[in-house]
């Protein structure tokens, strides 16, 4: 049974160029969470998803970040113009659904930007 | 705002010791409490977790205790191991599993042989 697959696990980008960053989720889980992982920090939470469904942001940078998860194939995260601060770890962890439930992490995707 | 305190930084424990990470919660509508555990280049993976309505957790080597009035639950890794070496993090949801992750900074643990 494959765990969260990420890719790509390390992303290099010039400052202004756009990052894709892609989650699979564990086999049966509809429910999506993105973090982002600063040195020296713990996880910061992002966005959380549910197939075709947003269902909170409020930890995603107002401009130049989305996210999304949709009916068919992986959830997406994008960087637009990126610049220097959004250097980090993201990491994506999925969920089955349902109360007790653990988050289960991917292996992250490091992004550098240049 | 840091809703999740946790200490030390760092922790250096010798072969068979007993390691103990604290944290400190500040929001009174947290009720799911896990700890993970991190490996250079890998993501975090779900070690232990607890619900406010036990005092206590125990799974092998990895005890989580918890008190509600003090808002603090600590991790503690007896017979500490070299593989024990990795980074710890505490977190706080409202609820187990829908609900988003705070997370402490971590504490990077080493154990030496």
């Known amino acids: 049974n494959a765990g969260v697959m990420q890719n790509p696990r390390h992303l290099v980008r010039r400052r202004g160029q756009e990052a894709r960053l892609r989650c699979s989720p564990m086999?049966?889980?509809?429910?999506v969470y993105w973090y982002r992982q600063l040195p020296e920090e713990g996880l910061k939470f992002m966005v959380y998803?549910?197939?075709?469904?947003?269902?909170?942001e409020s930890g995603m940078p107002k401009e130049r970040f989305s996210a999304e998860f949709p009916k068919e194939g992986p959830s997406i995260l994008r960087i637009q113009q990126v610049v220097r601060g959004d250097s980090a770890a993201y990491f994506c962890?999925?969920?089955?659904?349902?109360?007790?439930?653990?988050?289960?992490f991917g292996d992250g995707t490091r992004l550098s930007i240049l | 705002q840091q809703q999740v305190k946790q200490s030390p930084q760092s922790l250096i424990v010798q072969k068979g010791g007993i390691s103990i990470i604290n944290c400190a919660y500040e929001?009174?509508?947290?009720?799911?409490f896990p700890w993970y555990q991190q490996f250079p280049g890998k993501g975090p993976a779900l070690l232990i977790a607890?619900?406010?309505?036990?005092s206590e957790k125990k799974e092998g080597r990895f005890t989580i205790s918890f008190n509600k009035s003090a808002k603090q639950f600590s991790l503690h890794i007896m017979d500490s191991q070299p593989g024990d070496s990795a980074t710890y993090f505490c977190?706080?949801?409202?609820?187990?599993?829908?609900?988003?992750?705070?997370f402490g900074k971590g504490t990077m643990l080493l154990v030496s042989p």
């Open positions: 998803l549910q197939k075709e469904n947003i269902i909170d």
């Open positions: 962890a999925s969920l089955e659904g349902g109360a007790s439930q653990p988050q289960h």
């Open positions: 607890i619900r406010p309505d036990v």
């Open positions: 929001n009174t509508a947290f009720d799911y």
């Open positions: 977190a706080a949801s409202k609820e187990a599993g829908y609900s988003t992750l705070t």
């Open positions: 086999k049966g889980h509809s429910h």
